[in-house]
């Protein structure tokens, strides 16, 4: 069995919850978090279920004993290479196996991996002068990094890793010939190859094949974990939506993992197999499903095609228990029919979705399919890197709401002065949680101000309903855009649809911005009219503006900025489906 989660919260000092009586059975309002680093959940599933499948991708899989061991062996090399507590390294490498891997192994040696996606390095000028030691990924990443970081004060730890051909191929040590080694001391070996390491460290034209680090021979157990057990240490950063980076702590992370864990009650351990999509172009949602897979010592998936044929083939052929994606993704693939044709998802309990709701209609079809999977939100307010907001796996869900509180998680909605709105008027939307505050300890954290707008009913079910630039002045108060996304999203001629205003909060309009589908290309007049067939049929957008697809931050976010810009110039006709 894995370890017993977290006894629940007690004694002074925490928020009063109202939201706790819409709670479903087996979902607590607050946890007592651990104090330990995330190197803490690999140590637990190895001694719970070391010969249990850990990591899948494509026809190669891993146990936990095997990805200690890797680990293990990447942290020692690190550490020997020089790696110490705080510094930052570069983590962009290709491979679906390689990179849980090697964030593993820099959480471990107690370093920041700062996660980049290898095709996309505009921001190199910027990383360096941040500040790197060592760097992992294919030839030209660290062939540019390199170049760029000539001449600092440290010379870089350059990891070559090409694909995940190094996790079941390792190249081992050179050896030299056999009588050779018969005849010398085994003092005389180790150290020749202490000589060797530190060689490598100071030299810097080396560059340093992955499957070469696997050779150390140092311990690999619990005893490598991170020299600083301080969770508030950084433990990942990310590209921001604007020009400053995303930084976690190995307590936020830790704590989207149990809230992940928690939000699902009847996982069990040992027994679920969790398909994560978009691992690579989203680190975060892989960081906080693979560490809510080590929590329950479950199989962790890792799939790459999102198109909906090879996502439908794949939940068929790996059978994955619970599905994480974006909600773009799952939208496509419940919405492509031929694509489903054939196909059973039926061994899907779960779907957990990270961002905006997924439209009623969406959801409702999509249980259908699956034969009654629980299809649900995770999200929250913009500018907070993890989920705040989940609607219930088990219990009731308004259509459009984004939903409770997760556990340890308090909101509230706020005026233009600061004071708290009643039931049911919208406000400006302040969470606190130990995912949304690096340093939320043992003291209560400080709440966290949004440009979110919600509303907030009497069972403490919250709503999105848009964001303070892009809200209308009308009669009964302000009028958001995000509800209006969730009902546009349904049109089953769109992929995607985003919203944003034109003008003034009192004067403008909301112009919306379409992606056609590729077997659907529903008229403006067509949109018009299922608009007005809901109950946002008083705030249907004045103008429809057609594009091939949403421009999106590196952290995978609609770029509202350049929406606008868009909308603000005449648009040039979509080259492709869009037309």
């Not at 009586?21 to 978090?33: F, I």
């Not at 080396?206 to 680090?213: F, H, P, S, V």
């Amino acid at each position: 069995m894995v370890p017993p989660l977290p006894p629940p919260a007690t004694g002074s000092g925490t928020d009063p919850v109202p939201w706790a009586s819409s709670y479903p059975p087996g979902v607590p309002a607050a946890y007592q978090l651990p104090e330990v680093t995330l190197p803490r959940l690999l140590d637990d599933a190895l001694r719970d279920a070391p010969d249990h499948p850990a990591l899948v991708a494509g026809d190669r899989a891993l146990d936990h004993r095997t990805v200690h061991r890797l680990v293990g062996s990447l942290t020692a090399s690190l550490r020997t290479l020089g790696v110490e507590v705080g510094d930052r390294v570069l983590v962009a490498v290709e491979g679906r196996l390689s990179l849980p891997l090697v964030l593993l192994a820099v959480w471990q040696a107690g370093a920041l991996p700062v996660v980049r996606d290898p095709a996309a390095l505009e921001d190199l000028d910027e990383l360096v002068a941040g500040g790197l030691v060592a760097v992992f990924g294919p030839r030209r990443v660290v062939r540019d990094v390199a170049e760029t970081v000539e001449g600092g004060e440290r010379d870089l730890v350059r990891v070559l890793v090409e694909g995940d051909r190094w996790v079941a191929e390792p190249t081992p040590r050179r050896r030299g010939p056999r009588s050779w080694w018969r005849t010398r001391r085994a003092g005389q070996a180790e150290a020749s190859r202490s000589e060797d390491a530190s060689r490598s460290a100071v030299d810097p034209g080396r560059i340093i094949a992955i499957d070469t680090m696997l050779g150390s021979r140092r311990a690999t157990s619990a005893s490598l974990a991170v020299e600083a057990r301080d969770p508030d240490l950084l433990a990942l950063e990310v590209p921001g939506p604007g020009a400053r980076p995303l930084q976690l702590s190995h307590r936020q992370l830790l704590a989207a993992a149990f809230q992940s864990r928690l939000w699902v009650p009847d996982v069990q351990a040992a027994q679920e197999r969790v398909l994560v999509v978009e691992p690579l172009r989203d680190v975060r949602l892989l960081a906080s499903a693979w560490l809510m897979g080590l929590l329950s010592a479950a199989t962790v998936i890792l799939g790459e095609d999102t198109s909906p044929p090879a996502l439908a083939a794949q939940i068929e052929a790996d059978e994955p228990t619970l599905l994480i994606a974006t909600g773009r993704v799952v939208r496509r693939l419940l919405r492509d029919e031929p694509a489903l044709r054939g196909r059973s998802l039926a061994c899907l309990r779960v779907v957990l979705t990270v961002g905006r709701p997924l439209p009623p209609e969406v959801v409702a079809a999509g249980e259908r399919r699956t034969r009654g999977a629980r299809i649900r939100a995770l999200g929250g307010p913009s500018g907070v890197v993890l989920p705040t907001l989940g609607q219930p796996v088990y219990g009731r869900v308004p259509p459009g709401a984004t939903g409770l509180p997760l556990t340890a998680t308090a909101v509230r909605l706020v005026d233009d002065q600061g004071v708290e709105v009643a039931v049911g008027v919208v406000g400006r939307l302040e969470v606190r949680g130990p995912q949304v505050d690096p340093g939320a300890g043992g003291a209560r954290p400080p709440w966290r101000a949004t440009s979110t707008l919600g509303v907030i009913d009497d069972a403490g079910v919250t709503t999105i309903v848009g964001e303070v630039d892009d809200a209308l002045h009308r009669a009964g108060g302000l009028v958001g855009r995000a509800a209006m996304e969730v009902a546009r999203g349904g049109h089953a001629g769109l992929e995607d649809a985003a919203v944003v205003r034109q003008g003034d909060a009192t004067t403008g309009t909301w112009v919306a911005v379409i992606v056609r589908s590729r077997r659907g290309r529903p008229t403006d007049e067509e949109l018009r009219a299922h608009c007005l067939d809901g109950p946002l049929a008083d705030h249907t957008p004045g103008t429809f503006v057609a594009v091939d697809r949403l421009p999106r931050t590196a952290a995978g976010t609609i770029d509202r900025p350049a929406l606008r810009s868009r909308v603000a110039t005449p648009p040039s006709p979509p080259t492709g489906r869009g037309r």
